[in-house]
């Protein structure tokens, strides 16, 4: 997976106090858990900002097989693929949970990246969500299914887990199977490495149920394994 950098990090931070300020006044929407926000097909020409919650990308085979692309919490901003004017969405939008979101037209949100002098910014940006996603796709087909695994839940870790001392904490609840549709496998082999993980103490459960990596440790094991 590619590694936020300190300059990635500093403009999503830039974009995420430009868009509150930008949706001060605009109604926020509740999406109960579970519920799409947009479905594959849709015609939607908005970015969605989210003020707290958890949104997944979804794609479905012809099979009705999901793929899961990406998970969004407070702060991010999904659905921008309608800035190119594609049309339809070629993916679907979920709640994981209860989440409120704001919605910004494409020509809001041109306007005040530019207003801000966020252009370059977002530019830069995309261009590593374009290597991020390139990654998964060559993993998909050089890195065997253990391996991506472990690079989930780094990647997971490093883009909405909270630092401890020693490790890192990913408070959003993910389970097997939507684990499953990330790394493409089945379900039960995402257990069997989890509970593996478990036993080398490369990842643990605390009280509050909350999944706890151990960065270094789950990255040098990866890197054994190679």
């Given amino acids: 997976m590619i590694q936020q950098t300190p300059e990635a990090e500093q403009f999503k931070k830039q974009l995420r106090d430009s868009l509150r300020k930008a949706t001060l006044n605009s109604r926020a929407v509740t999406i109960p858990r579970h519920t799409n926000v947009y479905s594959c097909g849709d015609q939607d020409e908005m970015v969605y900002f989210i003020e707290t919650g958890q949104i997944k990308l979804l794609m479905l085979s012809s099979e009705g097989k ?29 709640a994981m949970k209860e989440t409120i979101i704001k919605q910004i037209p494409c020509a809001q949100f041109f306007a005040r990246l530019t207003r801000d002098s966020l252009s370059e910014g977002f530019v830069r940006y995309l261009a590593v969500r374009i290597a991020d996603q390139q990654q998964v796709i060559a993993n998909l087909v050089t890195v065997d299914s253990e391996q991506r695994l472990g690079q989930t839940l780094l990647q997971l870790a490093r883009t909405m887990g909270k630092k401890d001392p020693h490790s890192i904490r990913i408070e959003l609840r993910i389970s097997h199977e939507e684990l499953s549709e990330m790394v493409g496998t089945t379900r039960p082999r995402v257990s069997l490495f989890m509970q593996r993980f478990h036993n080398l103490g490369l990842i643990e459960t605390n009280k509050d149920h909350f999944l706890i990596i151990k960065e270094n440790k789950l990255t040098n094991y990866l890197a054994q394994i190679a």
């Fill in 66 to 94: 999901e793929c899961l692309l990406a998970i969004h919490s407070g702060g991010d901003i999904f659905g921008e693929l309608c800035l190119a004017g594609l049309g339809a969405r070629h993916e679907t939008a979920a």
